[in-house]
């Protein structure tokens, strides 16, 4: 279900996306109701997709695929079918979630593991965003040290129109 455009480096596909075509896409899938899943894959992940069926299936299934880092612009270039831009995970989340804020959206995050990624993220998710905070106060699930997290989810979830779990793989 990714986006209309979308290359395959190595065993990993990503979305030819800018960062505000791949806001765009999430604000699609809020406003569809559809939910779906943001992932922001670098070089490493590709090289670990090749022996990995299950983050190949992953990454299959993503609704974003958004590149990470400037070797997979490079590699895109190299192979003829370039990515217009790097919007990595760190560049998308604070644009999205000033977009989520002036569009009314109650984001929802589930801290996943005890990381400092995790953890990170839902300290991010409840701070006021730059246009000056939270039409609504975000929904936020405690972290479980034996959880999973989504890999960077912006779903549909019950009261929520959105998810984000701070997570560095699927």
Not at 99 to 106: F, H, K, N, P, V
Not at 129 to 149: E, I, K, N, Y
Request: glycine share 10%.
């Amino acid at each position: 279900m990714g986006c209309p455009h979308r290359i395959e480096l190595g065993p990993v596909p990503v979305d030819a996306v800018t960062l505000v075509t791949a806001l765009d896409r999430v604000e699609e899938l809020v406003t569809a109701r559809q939910g779906g899943t943001v992932f922001t894959p670098n070089v490493d992940h590709v090289v670990l997709a090749h022996d990995n069926p299950r983050l190949r299936e992953a990454y299959a299934r993503a609704s974003l695929s958004l590149a990470d880092g400037m070797p997979l612009i490079w590699t895109s270039r190299a192979l003829g079918t370039p990515l217009p831009e790097k919007v990595s995970g760190s560049d998308f989340v604070f644009p999205l979630l000033e977009r989520a804020s002036t569009r009314g959206w109650i984001p929802w995050t589930r801290a996943g593991t005890l990381t400092s990624t995790a953890l990170g993220a839902t300290s991010m998710l409840l701070a006021p965003v730059p246009s000056g905070g939270w039409r609504t106060r975000p929904r936020v699930s405690p972290p479980r040290p034996s959880s999973s997290a989504c890999g960077g989810c912006w779903a549909t979830r019950g009261v929520a129109d959105g998810a984000w779990s701070g997570s560095t793989l699927p």
